[in-house]
């Protein structure tokens, strides 16, 4: 049996330590109140379908959901379509008045009105056969006729296939294109540049060409306005080298040889510097001349 013994000293267990409080990570307390948050946004919302609920439950009517039908989608692609028509023609008529109204004030560039408040995109040599900006290039000559701004045709292009696809029963292509026409940013801003001078590139051969060369005012016309804002006098030349390729095969249609070849490239060409000189060109606001002191 053992007992005390009185040449040990007697030890009396010390108490266990308590437990380390468990600190809620802060990450985990958003997410709870996120989940009360979304709980309580839930209840509410069950409170007013069943508010809804009830509401028709005592009108004696099913809730049920109206199906659009055919003839509705038609109904609104070809009011989008009028629409696009309507404002079409207003644009073109409101973008020939304000060409020709600063083509007969003979406005300039003026520097000392601020920078041109369009800026028109760097014409990039990657768009073969596509032009940077809508440009419409005309003589002087030309003025009295008919000005087809480039941004309106590109909007009437749009109407014909909307009506197009419209008139085979392709319904969703057609609101595709109605719902595109009714974009108020398809009427931004168009170029003129009227040539004083201009002779067209011609190739000669598959490896020789005479150059094109082109002068005159670009005018940058904005349809928000419904004025000229901007203007600058222009310079274009051919390329001295101008890369292309074609085929060289025995089969090859005229088409594809060296001298159409050629020729596509040169007027690629004059279009591409045609295009750089005028963004060089138009900086500023267009304005009256100063008078001569």
């Known amino acids: 049996m053992l007992g005390y013994n009185e040449n040990v000293p007697y030890r009396v267990a010390a108490p266990p330590e308590p437990e380390p409080v468990e600190t809620e990570d802060p990450y985990v307390a958003v997410l709870r109140a996120q989940r009360r948050r979304a709980r309580l946004v ?10 809804g609920l009830a509401k028709v439950a005592r009108s004696g009517q099913p809730l049920r959901r109206v199906p659009i039908t055919e003839a509705a989608r038609v109904d609104s692609a070809r009011l989008a379509i009028v629409g696009a028509l309507a ?3 207003t644009a073109q008529s409101r973008f020939e008045a304000g060409v020709h109204e600063a083509v ?10 601020g ?3 369009i800026e028109l995109p760097t014409a990039s040599s990657l768009l073969r056969g596509r032009a940077s900006f809508p440009l419409l290039t005309i003589e002087r000559a030309e003025l009295e006729g ?3 701004s480039q941004a309106v045709a590109g909007v009437l292009a749009d109407v014909r296939r909307a009506q197009a696809h419209l008139a085979a029963g392709r319904l969703e292509e057609a609101k595709l294109y109605a719902r595109a026409l009714d974009r108020p940013e398809r009427f931004g801003y168009d170029v003129v540049l009227v040539a004083h001078a201009a002779k067209k590139p011609r ?3 598959g490896r020789e060409y005479e150059p094109g060369e082109v002068e005159g005012q670009a005018y940058v ?7 000229v804002v901007c203007t600058g006098e222009i310079t274009a030349k051919s390329s001295n080298a101008i890369g292309y390729v074609y085929s060289d095969r025995t089969d090859t249609p005229p088409s594809l040889g060296p001298i159409a070849s050629m020729g596509d490239a040169i007027h690629d060409d004059i279009r591409l510097q045609t295009e750089r000189a005028i963004v060089a060109a138009v900086r500023f606001r267009s304005g009256p001349r100063r008078p001569e002191r």
């Open 42 to 51: 839930s209840v509410l919302m069950a409170i007013f379908v069943a508010g």
């Open 87 to 89: 404002r079409a023609s």
């Open 104 to 113: 007969a004030d003979d406005v300039v560039a003026r520097p000392d009105l």
């Open 115 to 117: 920078a041109c408040p």
């Open 146 to 148: 008919a000005l087809p």
């Open 203 to 205: 190739a000669l051969s």
């Open 221 to 227: 016309y904005d349809f928000a306005t419904g004025r």
